[in-house]
């Protein structure tokens, strides 16, 4: 049963990346890109560790924040940057944390909290030795829009 469960996971938060970049997204694929992103995150819950569950709620975030829910939005990336400050977590996954707080921020229209998680991003960004992984979240950054 874990190996089902972390195998759908896996398969759920691909399958929600999917939906996330494509561009032209109906109704229903929006509902499902955000039930995918739930069910993910609940499937790691189950079998995931840490890291796993706190990237669930990374994407759960994203989903919720493109799709206009702020609450939702926040509750997840709050989660989320806890669990990455709680840990002790820098580089690219504080930075990704903060990445998910400035979105819900702009997804509430609440400008000044964007402003603050995009600078606290970019300086955990500066504590990434990868430049992949600094690439990868500067590239998100980019994408937070303005509330």
Do not use: Y
């Not at 939906?19 to 992103?37: H, V, Y």
């Amino acid at each position: 049963m874990r190996a089902w469960q972390k195998e759908t996971a896996v398969q759920l938060f691909n399958d929600t990346w999917a939906l996330i970049d494509k561009p032209d997204r109906s109704a229903d694929e929006a509902a499902e890109m955000l039930l995918a992103a739930a069910a993910s995150r609940w499937h790691w819950g189950e079998v995931g560790g840490v890291e796993e569950v706190a990237g669930g709620d990374w994407q759960l975030a994203h989903v919720a924040a493109l799709l206009g829910l702020p609450d939702l939005a926040a509750m997840f990336a709050r989660r989320n940057l806890a669990t990455a400050e709680s840990e002790g977590w820098s580089g690219w996954r504080l930075a990704s944390a903060h990445e998910g707080m400035a979105r819900a921020c702009a997804a509430a229209g609440d400008p000044a909290g964007r402003e603050r998680h995009v600078a606290a991003a970019m300086d955990a960004l500066e504590q990434e030795a990868d430049p992949e992984d600094r690439q990868i979240v500067a590239d998100q950054l980019a994408t937070v829009p303005e509330p």
